[in-house]
C-alpha cells in the first residue's frame, strides 16, 4: 500500500491550550506485613438477602469517587447524543449502563473466564458498591449476569468492596473481600460460590461468621483493604497481602514471575528461578506502581531489586488513564492475565448523561522481561485477534522531519495497529542535551523525534492524538528513549481532562522501534516495545469521529528521517449481551 506524504509540520503550533503534565510523586507507603489466613471447615451456606438501594454517594464519603478538580471551572461543552454514542467501546469490556471501578476475583471455572467489578447498579457515579459479575469463554465475548454480591449484611453495609479469589488444591474457590460495616470500618470478608458445579457461578455465599479480618492495633479503621489472591507457604499456611496506609495503598498485587521469561507461574510458586512483582494502586496519585524483586518464604520479606526503582518511586504499570489493577493465574492456558481499570476524563454530568462510565483494558498477559531484566512484559491476549478483519500493509513509508503521512485505511476507529520504526543516520555523539520525559508533547521537537501515529485524527487535524517515541540524548551521552501519548488536542471539548503521558522504555542495540495500538472508539492501549512501556487513554473528539477519524504517520524530529512499517488491521466488535437468566432484571 503507498502512503502519500504531505509536508508541513502541523504539530507545532498548539490550536488550544493543554493542561500541565502531571507528575506523580513518591509516596512514603506502608504495606501489613503478610498476613496469615487459615482456611478453616467452611459452615453451611445461609441464604442471601435482596440488595438494599441506598442513595448515591460522592467524593467526600468514600475512596474512588472520580473526580477531574481542574475541570470544575470549565464551561459544559455541548455534546450531542451522536457524539456520546460514538464514545462506547466496541470490543472493551464495560457494563451495559452505569459505573463500575475495580476488577475483582478474576478466575476461571469450568470452561468459563469470570469476572467481576465494582459496580454501581443505580447510577454512572461512583456509589452503592456491589460485585458486578460476567462470563466469557475467550476473554473478548462477555455474557452479563446477575449481581454476584451485594451490601446486605451488617459487615459489608456500606458497600462490597475490593477483592480477590484463591482456588484451594481441593477445587474449592474462596473470595476474600473488603467490606465497609454499618460503623464505617473496613473488614476482609469471606465469600463462597453456593454450588461449585455450577459453571457460572451464579450464587455466592458469605461465611457467616464474617469478619475475618479487622485492622489490626495501630491501623485506622478506614485504612484497611483489598485483599490479594492467596498463596500456600511452606509451613501449610496461606498468605495474602493488604494494602494500608503511610500514604494509601490500594489493590495491592503479588506474584511470581519466571526468570527465564518463556512460562507464567502459579501465585503459590517459590523458588530458585522465581521473582516477585509487588504493584500497589497509590490513592494519592491514582497511579499503578510496580517493582520486581525477591521474595523470601522463609521471613515473609521483599526486597525490591533495585531500591531506587521501589514501588511508588519507580515504574509504573500503565502510564496512562489506569487504576487498581490485579493479575491471577489461568491454569487452562498457563498464563498470568492482568485485568486494569481505565476510568473516564470527562466530567461526572457528561457520564451521567451518557449513561456509563469506566471500562476494563483488554486483558493482557505479563511476563518478566529477561532480554532487559528490569521490567514486565504486558500483551494483549491473544483472543483478541479473533476480531482482526482486513489488514493493510505499508511497507518503509518515509516520513521526513516535520510531516505527517495519511495512511489510507477506510474506517479508522477500531483498530490494532502494529508499527515499525528506524531513525536514519542516529549520531549519538553529535547532539545536545535535551529535557528528559515526554516533554510538553508530540509538539516539542528534538532532533530524533517525537515520531509515531496520529490515531482519531479529523481531516484538518485539527483533533488528533499522537503516541510516539521520543529519543533523547542524556547527559552520558546514551540514547534514552521516551514513550508517549499526547491528549492535549485529543478533542475540542474544553470540559476534557487533557495529559501528555508516558514513560521511559527500553529499546535495546539490536531492536528497532516497535508499538502495538488498540483502538477502540474513545480507548487507546498503545504497548511500547512488546510491551515494556504500556499507556491506555481515554480520548473524546467531537470532529474525529465515525468516518471522519483517520490514522496517520507523524514525524517531528528536528533532523532526521523516519522509516515506518506498519499492518492495520480493522477491528471487529465483541459480543456483549446479558445472559438470559430467569427471572433476572439486576444485570
Ligand atoms: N476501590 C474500592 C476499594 C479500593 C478502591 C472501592 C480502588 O476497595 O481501594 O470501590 O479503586
Not at 372 to 377: A, C, E, F, K, Q
Not at 408 to 417: E, S, V
Not at 558 to 583: C, D, H, Q, Y
Request: hydrophobic content about 40%.
Amino acid at each position: 500500500m503507498e502512503a502519500t506524504p504531505s509536508f508541513h509540520a502541523p504539530l507545532l503550533d498548539r490550536p488550544f491550550a493543554g493542561t500541565r503534565p502531571f507528575k506523580a510523586f513518591a509516596a512514603v507507603v506502608s504495606l501489613l506485613s503478610v498476613v496469615a489466613l487459615i482456611i478453616h471447615h467452611l459452615p453451611s451456606p445461609s441464604p442471601t438477602l435482596k440488595p438494599t438501594p441506598m442513595q448515591p454517594r460522592g467524593v467526600a464519603e468514600g475512596v474512588s469517587a472520580k473526580s477531574n478538580p481542574c475541570l470544575l471551572n470549565q464551561a459544559p461543552f455541548n455534546w450531542t447524543n451522536a457524539m456520546f454514542y460514538w464514545q462506547r467501546s466496541a470490543y472493551h469490556f464495560q457494563p451495559q449502563k452505569n459505573w463500575m471501578n475495580d476488577p475483582n476475583g478474576p478466575l476461571y471455572h469450568k470452561g468459563w473466564y469470570h469476572l467481576f467489578y465494582q459496580y454501581n447498579p443505580y447510577s454512572a457515579i461512583w456509589g452503592n458498591i456491589t460485585w458486578g459479575h460476567a462470563v466469557s469463554r475467550d476473554l473478548i465475548h462477555w455474557l452479563y449476569l446477575p449481581l454476584a454480591m451485594v451490601p446486605d449484611r451488617w459487615f459489608d453495609f456500606y458497600g462490597v468492596w475490593t477483592g480477590s479469589a484463591t482456588l484451594l488444591p481441593d477445587g474449592q474457590i474462596l473470595v476474600l473481600y473488603t467490606g465497609k460495616t454499618n460503623e464505617s470500618m473496613q473488614v476482609q470478608n469471606l465469600a463462597y460460590p453456593a454450588n461449585l458445579s455450577d459453571p457460572l457461578l451464579l450464587h455466592w455465599l458469605k461465611y457467616p461468621g464474617n469478619p475475618v479480618m479487622v485492622p489490626p492495633l495501630g491501623i485506622q479503621h478506614d485504612d484497611f483493604r483489598d485483599p490479594t489472591t492467596a498463596w500456600l507457604g511452606h509451613d501449610g499456611t496461606w498468605r495474602l497481602t493488604l494494602g494500608s496506609k503511610l500514604g494509601m495503598w490500594e489493590c495491592v498485587d503479588f506474584y511470581p514471575v519466571a526468570i527465564n521469561g518463556s512460562v507464567a507461574l502459579d501465585t503459590s510458586a517459590l523458588g530458585p528461578g522465581v521473582k516477585h512483582v509487588l504493584k500497589a494502586s497509590l490513592d494519592d496519585t491514582k497511579v499503578d506502581h510496580y517493582a520486581i524483586g525477591s521474595y523470601d518464604p522463609m521471613t515473609d520479606k521483599w526486597t525490591p531489586d533495585n531500591p531506587e526503582e521501589d514501588v511508588g518511586v519507580g515504574l509504573k504499570v500503565d502510564y496512562g488513564r489506569y487504576y487498581a489493577s490485579k493479575t491471577f493465574f489461568d491454569h487452562h492456558k498457563q498464563r498470568r492475565v492482568l485485568w486494569g481499570w481505565i476510568n473516564e476524563t470527562d466530567t461526572e454530568t457528561a457520564d451521567l448523561q451518557k449513561g456509563w462510565a469506566s471500562l476494563q483494558t483488554i486483558p493482557r498477559t505479563v511476563l518478566y522481561d529477561n532480554k532487559t531484566g528490569t521490567n514486565i512484559l504486558q500483551w494483549p491476549v491473544e483472543e483478541v485477534e479473533s476480531l482482526r478483519l482486513n489488514n493493510t500493509v505499508f511497507k518503509e513509508v518515509v516520513v521526513e522531519p516535520g510531516s505527517v503521512v495519511p495512511l489510507d485505511i477506510g474506517t479508522a476507529t477500531q483498530l490494532d495497529i502494529l508499527a515499525e520504526f528506524e531513525i536514519e543516520a542516529l549520531d549519538i555523539s553529535s547532539t545536545t542535551n535535551q529535557v528528559l520525559d515526554c516533554g510538553g508533547g508530540a509538539a516539542e521537537r528534538s532532533t530524533y523525534g517525537p515520531f509515531g501515529l496520529l490515531v482519531i485524527a479529523d481531516a484538518s487535524l485539527s483533533e488528533l492524538t499522537p503516541i510516539y517515541f521520543r529519543p533523547l540524548n542524556a547527559s552520558d551521552r546514551s540514547l534514552r528513549t521516551y514513550f508517549c501519548t499526547d491528549t492535549t488536542r485529543s478533542s475540542k471539548a474544553s470540559d476534557v481532562f487533557k495529559q501528555v503521558y508516558g514513560g521511559k522504555v527500553p529499546v535495546l542495540d539490536d531492536e528497532k522501534y516497535n508499538m502495538r495500538v488498540l483502538v477502540d472508539h474513545s480507548i487507546v492501549e498503545s504497548f511500547g516495545q512488546g510491551g515494556r512501556t504500556v499507556i491506555s487513554s481515554r480520548i473524546y473528539p467531537t470532529e474525529a469521529i465515525y468516518g471522519a477519524a483517520k490514522l496517520l504517520l507523524f514525524n517531528n524530529a528536528s533532523r532526521v528521517n523516519v522509516k515506518a512499517t506498519l499492518k492495520i488491521w480493522e477491528m471487529n466488535s465483541a459480543f456483549i449481551r446479558p445472559f438470559p437468566v430467569e427471572g433476572d432484571d439486576s444485570v
